[in-house]
């Protein structure tokens, strides 16, 4: 374990589990676990705070710019607090045309937010989502970028809904 580059901005098991990511990759790349990092962090912060961005960076030892573009590239990444669910629908062509759209758009009116936006009481975040490789799937969505939900029509989604929030509770 890297503890004198440690923090303590996250859990000292937080940091074993970045170790075993480390432990992936011959120890002069071990930048290469940035992404799997940045999620662990995620998972256990809720979001990605600049500074929690620049402890994982400079405990894999690489910049914090380079930790920060990543984070930044891919929408799998919360940069402000999001939800306690995150609900990325997929609205790149082929779902939209399997009605990815209609999806998000039931979803912004049944949950009155919009992309981007989280509910006044923190249960949802709603985001679109690039492509989630599911196009057979289509309409389909990723819930805390962990568990994909497929054919997603009205009926589903209310259900979804309904699941969330008893888990909310």
């Known amino acids: 374990m890297n503890e004198t580059l440690q923090s303590g901005l996250l859990s000292a098991a937080a940091y074993q589990r970045i170790d075993r ?3 992936k990759y011959p120890p ?3 930048q290469s676990a940035v992404m799997a990092a940045l999620a662990i962090a995620q998972d256990e912060k809720g979001w990605l705070p600049q500074e929690v961005i620049e402890d994982v960076a400079l405990y894999l030892g690489m910049a914090p710019i380079a930790a920060h573009e990543v984070a930044t ?3 799998m990444y919360n ?3 999001a939800g306690k669910f995150k609900l990325a629908v997929c ?3 082929p779902c939209a045309l399997r009605d990815g759209n209609k ?3 039931y979803l912004k009116n049944k949950l009155g937010i919009d992309y981007n ?3 006044a009481d923190g249960l949802f975040t709603l985001k679109e989502s690039e492509c989630l490789g599911a196009c057979g799937d289509a309409p389909v969505m ?3 970028n962990k568990k994909m939900c497929s054919f997603m029509d009205n009926i589903k989604l209310d259900a979804l809904l309904d699941q969330l929030r008893q888990e909310g509770r």
């Open 103 to 105: 999806a998000g758009e």
């Open 28 to 30: 002069e790349q071990k």
């Open 79 to 81: 940069l402000k607090p």
């Open 73 to 75: 590239f891919y929408n």
């Open 21 to 23: 990511e480390v432990a």
């Open 117 to 119: 936006e989280t509910t």
């Open 91 to 93: 609205t790149c062509l």
């Open 142 to 144: 990723l819930v805390n």
